[in-house]
């Protein structure tokens, strides 16, 4: 016997966000970009300018995120049968690796300006850090509904590290001022960098790992058998598989071996299986195949069912 089972309502959107917030934040991520780099090139300021690129790496993450979400919409078709929730591990991955290139330059540039410091204008670092924390401040508190799905959580990471660096800046421009350190620039230029390729190389593991196949991160194969095992009239069970397909969207396939009974009887145990694995790991999508005792396990996976106490 082969049957799968589908929560409805464990396919619902994860986050209340639409499109259109992507593209407002989008269009005002444009405006600081320029915004800093007229600042940063008048400012002489290589943290602004660092700035600057970091902010404008967000326009294509952005516009990948806000494709993404179009297509996460879309229904499953012949083409393909699961629909298209991967596309926002996709994008996350894309905006990963665009991360830790740029990290890299900056950490280039800002070693670069290390051996030649360059005096910066303080007024123009503040000014326009202000701004950009404003809009940075902005993006992130869009965001934070939508921390549950990896696509929009590599956007809310990126910002809310945008926002923490708009507040160096600010605190660089006031140590430049006091104490004529220019070197204070190109270091803050060189943490802002780290700071983003430390974010990006989680996300690049978190996204890499969805898209092989990996078992979802806090679910052990072993619980979830033991759950299965748990439930009454079953026997053995093998060939467990977990999955994610996309934000909150967990799929688990295994063979189950139950007595030889009348299909109602089975039908109560697959019931009691789904259940199980819907409350204990948010699974709601599960394909369970039954065999019948006697038949020789199909996987080197096996965990049997515990035998009864024996009597004295």
């Not at 083409?79 to 929730?85: I, L, M, N, P, S």
């Given at each position: ?200 190389v989680g996300i690049l593991r978190e996204s890499a790992h969805i898209l092989l196949e990996g078992r979802p991160y806090g679910t052990e194969v072993a619980g979830v058998a033991q759950a299965i095992l748990a439930v009454p009239g ?66 080197s996976y096996v965990m049997p069912a515990p035998l009864p106490p024996r009597r004295n």
């Amino acid at each position: 016997m082969h049957d799968h089972h589908h929560h409805e309502h464990g396919h619902a959107h994860s986050h209340s966000l639409g499109p259109a917030t992507l593209a407002w934040a989008m269009a005002a991520t444009l405006a600081l970009v320029v915004a800093e780099f007229f600042g940063g090139f008048l400012g002489h300021s290589v943290a602004l300018l660092n700035d600057a690129v970091h902010n404008l790496s967000d326009v294509p993450a952005l516009g990948i995120s806000w494709l993404a979400m179009r297509w996460a919409q879309r229904p499953a078709d012949e083409e393909k049968t699961y629909g298209y929730h991967r596309a926002g591990i996709l994008a996350a991955f894309t905006n990963a690796v665009l991360l830790i290139l740029l990290s890299l330059w900056l950490a280039y540039e800002a070693f670069e300006r290390l051996r030649a410091p360059v005096h910066v204008v303080e007024s123009w670092m503040v000014w326009t850090s202000l701004a950009a924390l404003a809009v940075n401040a902005g993006i992130t508190l869009s965001l934070v509904r939508g921390r549950h799905d990896l696509n929009l959580r590599s956007l809310l990471v990126h910002n809310f590290g945008d926002a923490l660096s708009n507040v160096a800046i600010l605190a660089a421009a006031f140590l430049i001022h006091r104490t004529g350190a220019q070197w204070i620039d190109p270091l803050l230029g060189l943490a802002i960098g780290a700071l983003v390729l430390w974010s990006s190389v989680g996300i690049l593991r978190e996204s890499a790992h969805i898209l092989l196949e990996g078992r979802p991160y806090g679910t052990e194969v072993a619980g979830v058998a033991q759950a299965i095992l748990a439930v009454p009239g079953v026997q053995e069970v093998h060939d467990i598989h977990i999955w994610t397909l996309g934000a909150n969207h967990t799929l688990l396939s295994c063979h189950v071996r139950i007595p030889d009974m009348h299909m109602d009887e089975s039908e109560r145990i697959l019931r009691a299986i789904q259940d199980a694995l819907h409350h204990q790991f948010s699974i709601h999508h599960s394909t369970v195949q039954f065999e019948r005792a006697g038949l020789p396990a199909q996987s080197s996976y096996v965990m049997p069912a515990p035998l009864p106490p024996r009597r004295n």
